[in-house]
Nanobody, 124 residues
Framework: QVQPVESGGGRVQAGGSLRLSCETS????????MGWFRQALGKEREFVAA????????NYADSVKGRFTISRNESKNTLYLQMNSLQPEDTAVYYC?????????????????WGQGTQVTVSS
């Protein structure tokens, strides 16, 4: 089993930055890709960013492109999401997801393992 665990959420003012981390444990050798999704209160879960195991195929939602950066440390089995220029509309629970079948995907159905989520709140 693969178990992702997120950390790094919190409250920040608009324009500020946060870095989320996602440490994976378990059988990690067969991970093909990892991603970040978010879900705001009353809204559906949406794609934020994804990266392949080789870290050569990052992909971003248009809403975060240029502000967020996804990266991965293979030796630490850890995924990161650096979030800059945060805005109130970025407020959501952020989820880390692992895919054993797709190298990179914006579809939640491609991901087989999910973390418990970490809250990010951006105040104006």
């Amino acid at each position: 089993q693969v178990q992702p665990v997120e950390s790094g959420g919190g409250r920040v003012q608009a324009g500020g930055s946060l870095r989320l981390s996602c440490e994976t444990s378990g059988i990690v050798w067969n991970i093909r890709g990892m991603g970040w999704f978010r879900q705001a209160l009353g809204k559906e879960r949406e794609f934020v960013a994804a990266i392949s195991r080789s870290s050569t195929l990052p992909n971003y939602a248009d809403s975060v492109k240029g502000r967020f950066t996804i990266s991965r440390n293979e030796s630490k089995n850890t995924l990161y999401l650096q979030m800059n220029s945060l805005q109130p509309e970025d407020t959501a629970v952020y989820y880390c997801a692992v895919s054993l079948v797709a190298a990179i995907s914006s579809r939640s159905s491609s991901y087989t393992h999910w973390g418990q989520g970490t809250q990010v709140t951006v105040s104006s």
